[in-house]
């Protein structure tokens, strides 16, 4: 990757996207501010990813001329609907016999901030999961704990290993930061 013009800040707290950028050898600095991440009304899920990266990027303005700001938000999407972080181990059973069986979509989205240069992008996977018995997500839930977690997993941990039968897509968008496209957009605008 050639040299960014400016030091670079991700507005994350997410370690899945500081190990995600740290691998891409770009030195970074977090920096986490509070953020409305209330999504507008009738917003769609593409959006609504959208407009979060873009809320959790527009709290630095006072950094952008002298920082590259990252900034991103990802969601798990089945049928319409948005499925987030489960607040406990109910609502993550929840959300997971919810996914069982099914294929959903993980988006993430990506803001970068530079100067009087805005870049946003969505990026969408598929996964598929396997029919899912109780006992599998109870242990899933209790071992792991993925309550920071959209969608109530990790696709890194042991449930993406026994439980996803195939992607379309990229793997690190589902955990967090869409790589590829992230490093071929700052390569290519920066």
């Not at 039968?165 to 496209?181: A, I, K, Q, W």
Request: contains cysteine; proline residues 6%.
């Amino acid at each position: 990757m050639k040299q960014l013009p400016a030091p670079v800040i991700l507005g994350s707290q997410s370690p899945r996207r500081q190990e995600l950028l740290a691998a891409l050898n770009i030195p970074f600095e977090i920096i986490v501010r509070p953020t409305d991440e209330h999504i507008p009304e009738g917003a769609s899920p593409e959006e609504a990813v959208a407009y979060i990266a873009r809320q959790k990027a527009a709290v630095f303005t006072d950094l952008k001329d002298s920082h590259l700001i990252i900034t991103a938000d990802t969601i798990v999407v089945l049928g319409e609907e948005i499925i987030g972080k489960p607040a406990d181990e109910a609502e993550g059973i929840q959300i997971l016999r919810k996914l069982s069986g099914q294929e959903h979509i993980v988006m993430t989205g990506v803001c970068i901030l530079y100067q009087d240069k805005k870049i946003e992008f969505v990026e969408k996977t598929s996964v598929f999961f396997r029919e899912l018995p109780d006992t599998e997500i109870i242990h899933y839930l209790r071992t792991y704990k993925p309550y920071d977690k959209a969608g109530a997993y990790g696709v890194q941990e042991w449930i993406g290993m026994t439980a996803i039968t195939r992607m379309e897509g990229d793997f690190y968008n589902v955990m967090g930061l869409p790589v590829s496209r992230l490093y071929l957009t700052l390569n290519e605008n920066f």
